[in-house]
């Protein structure tokens, strides 16, 4: 039996690929591994059966067989190590991979998120005016230290990885800030991992749910 993801049966961003259910999407495309998605309400997140699959009453989850995981780190760093492609073969180069992984949801994605709060969730409270600018500048040091190590790269570390999956799917939250190309070579990467196949695929099957 092929895996089963969960997925929200209507997306906040209304299929613009931001929900992490597409990273998990993507990872299982590039590996050629056929899934199966159970979309669940906001109400459903919450209930006792979707909760004893994700603690914190959140998607996507995956099951398979009897394993059952939470956290798209996690699962895509699963169906990394049980398909090829997304691994390097090197054990260093492996290690590396999997530690780009971690920086872009340790490291990177942290502050991204945080203007994404302070842009929409924040954006009517007093403070919001002053707050806002110094949100940003933190992401834009990540960006300039990520941006430094990545030069004229196509990717993070040689081949695509799940390293650069996982980065590209936090880079994709800023799409619409216009802090993405103040860094060219970002926006480049990110560009070049919206034009994968296996991202296509995982893009518009995100996107159909939310236009059915």
């Known amino acids: 039996m092929p895996p089963t993801i969960t997925a929200f049966d209507r997306s906040p961003d209304g299929g613009k690929g931001r929900a992490r ?9 590039e590996v050629g591994q056929p899934y199966e998605v159970r979309l669940v309400s906001f ?8 909760l004893a699959l994700h603690p914190f009453g959140q998607i996507p989850t995956y099951e398979e067989g009897d ?37 872009a949801v340790n490291t990177v994605e942290p502050p991204i998120l945080e203007l994404v709060t302070a842009r ?3 954006s009517d409270k007093p403070w919001s005016k002053e ?16 941006a430094a190590r990545l030069g004229d790269a196509d990717w993070l570390d040689g081949a695509f990885s799940a ?12 799409r619409t800030s216009g802090i993405l190309d103040e860094y060219p070579n ?20 995100q996107r159909a749910v939310n236009t059915r």
């Not at 259910?21 to 495309?29: H, I, K, N, P």
């Not at 834009?140 to 990520?146: A, S, Y």
């Not at 390293?163 to 800023?174: E, H, K, P």
């Not at 919206?194 to 995982?202: C, S």
């Open 120 to 122: 929409i969730l924040e």
């Open 21 to 29: 259910d597409t990273r998990v999407r993507w990872a299982l495309e």
């Open 131 to 146: 707050r806002l600018p110094l949100v940003m500048d933190r992401v834009r040091d990540r960006l300039k230290q990520l």
């Open 67 to 103: 394993l059952a995981l939470f956290e798209t780190g996690s699962i895509v760093l699963h169906i990394a190590e049980r398909h090829a492609g997304l691994l390097p073969d090197d054990a260093n180069a492996r290690a590396r991979a999997i530690s780009w992984m971690f920086a």
């Open 163 to 174: 390293g650069d999956l996982m980065m590209a799917s936090v880079l994709f939250r800023l």
């Open 43 to 50: 109400q459903a997140m919450k209930e006792p059966a979707h």
């Open 186 to 205: 970002l926006a480049a990467y990110v560009a070049r991992g919206e034009a994968r196949p296996a991202y296509r695929r995982a893009f518009e099957a």
